[in-house]
């Protein structure tokens, strides 16, 4: 691995920080569709998750 790619792994941390801290997200208010907040927010971070997976894992790749 390179050491320009090292940062961009750094992107991992980003789901764990944003849903470690409970207490950050734990609202009723607002809802989405039906959905309270809660739930929502948990599930948003799904696509997001998967796309900055995706980043790290280009920025990483050697194809020989």
Do not use: C
Not at 15 to 26: A, Q
Not at 49 to 55: G, S
């Amino acid at each position: 691995m390179e050491k320009r790619s090292r940062p961009v792994l750094w992107l991992l941390l980003i789901p764990y920080i944003g849903l470690l801290w409970v207490p950050f997200y734990n609202f009723h208010d607002p809802e989405l569709f039906g959905f309270p907040f809660f739930y929502w927010y948990q599930l948003a971070w799904v696509p997001i998750t998967a796309f900055l997976t995706w980043i790290a894992y280009r920025s990483t790749r050697h194809d020989d």
